[in-house]
């Protein structure tokens, strides 16, 4: 828990009993009302406690005010150790105390534990509180979510989240350090407190998320993804979702919806951090299935949609996706497309209210059922995207050209382009060949299945 007064109430053994009790006075607010401290030898091991009542009973046998506080101290005191589960804890407080030092392996006092604060809350301080968010695909529609677009223009975007994860583990600890281990960067930061968080690394990712919350209690933060960063599956904005959804947990009665949550994520990440982007990736994330998700002027709103489940298993059954070429700066490609995005420029316009026309039109055919024009029109919006952005290259030329030569009907690079992954639809007979030919040109398939959940947030013991 963190007792933030805890230096207050530690005596040397020496101090004289007259000082102890008029420290008494400042400090009982913060222990119960009752005049509480702990007191320690020379080496800062803890020797005993000590109360306003301990004292008063030696006084009336005649110890005198100037005598060191161990003479008046109770050596056979009640205490935590730093490793005792709730249970144990609540055991101790049965002993009818209201207020217990808690110590490290040395007997060194680390932190007081008060009955009033022994709630549900400090009990999670010895789990492990974990959350997990999948990835997105997003078929048509992007660009659209774009602040610079709708602010002026609605737009909307299709997705729907695959079973690809990033996932944060966090341990509360006893002290106000904040530790982050990225298990697939396979890299650590320390901080001594979060007002010491410093940024300027590949971790930053991870300190906006963590600042923009601002917990007030120190932790270990883990994290794992499934996918490299920087492949077009919405990974970071995954990533920055998990986070903030492991810390609200501690949040108890105030905890954010998913919308708060998909809007700090964006916040973490496009205006704290200045990364480029659209909103489409961290509202995907966060509520996760096959949506329609609309962005208008004010608000955003996600639609879920409910598509027949023979739909989505044929749908699946005629898709690929591979992994291709390294990995792409999304914010940087962003920043080149909206750089040169103007509300005079009739053809982008015309692009960008084609592609929203094409997504109604691609929501419409999975509703229907009718998977081969889906694919016709994932074609379509293909070309229009690489119409208004820098999403192709001459390696994503070839793949895809040689994808329709073997019989695809459509496809495209997901996320900004460039690089990363490549969605395929093609009637499975045409599978072998396109897998065949990808692998002659350096694609790997890659697995995948569709997940309605999204942010997904639990406990385990530690």
Known sequence: MNFKYLKEIIFLDSLNVRSVLEKFNETALYTEHLGFGIVVDSEGICVGVVTDGDIRRKILKGMELEEPVRHAMN??????????????????????VTVMPVLDNCKRPIDLYRLSDFKASSRGDNRIIRARVPVRISYSG?????????????????????????????????????????????????????EEIKFGDKLDL?????????????FDLETNSDIDAGTGLGGSSAMTVSIIGALNQFRNEKRLDLYNIADLAYQSERINLGISGGWQDQYS???????????????????????????????????????????????????????????????KLNNFAKMTKLAVEMKEALLKGRVKKFGDL?????QIKKAFSNASNSNVDILYSSAMKEGALGGKVLGAGDAGYMLIYSSPKYHKAIKDKFADLGAKLEAFDYTEAGLEVWSTER
């Open 206 to 218: 991870i300190k906006s998320a963590i600042k923009i919350m601002q917990p007030n209690f120190g």
């Open 142 to 194: 992007g660009g659209t979510d774009m602040s610079y677009y709708i602010n002026h223009f609605p737009g909307a975007v299709l997705s729907s989240t695959i079973t690809k994860y990033c996932t944060t583990s966090i341990m509360v600890r006893m002290d106000n350090k904040i530790n982050i281990l990225s298990k697939d960067l396979g890299l650590e930061y320390i901080a001594d407190s979060i």
């Open 378 to 382: 994932l074609n379509e919006s293909w």
């Open 75 to 96: 050596e056979e005191y009640i205490f935590v150790d730093q490793n005792d589960n709730p249970h144990t804890i609540l055991r101790n407080f049965d002993k009818k």
């Open 285 to 347: 994330t966060a509520f996760g299935g096959f949506n329609w998700i609309d962005f208008r002027k004010n608000e955003v709103l996600v639609n879920p949609l409910r598509i027949n489940r023979e739909i989505l298993l044929e749908l699946k059954y005629n898709l690929l996706l591979f992994r291709f070429g390294g990995s792409h700066d999304s914010g940087k490609i962003q920043a080149k497309n909206s750089s040169v995005f103007s509300l005079t420029d009739e053809e």
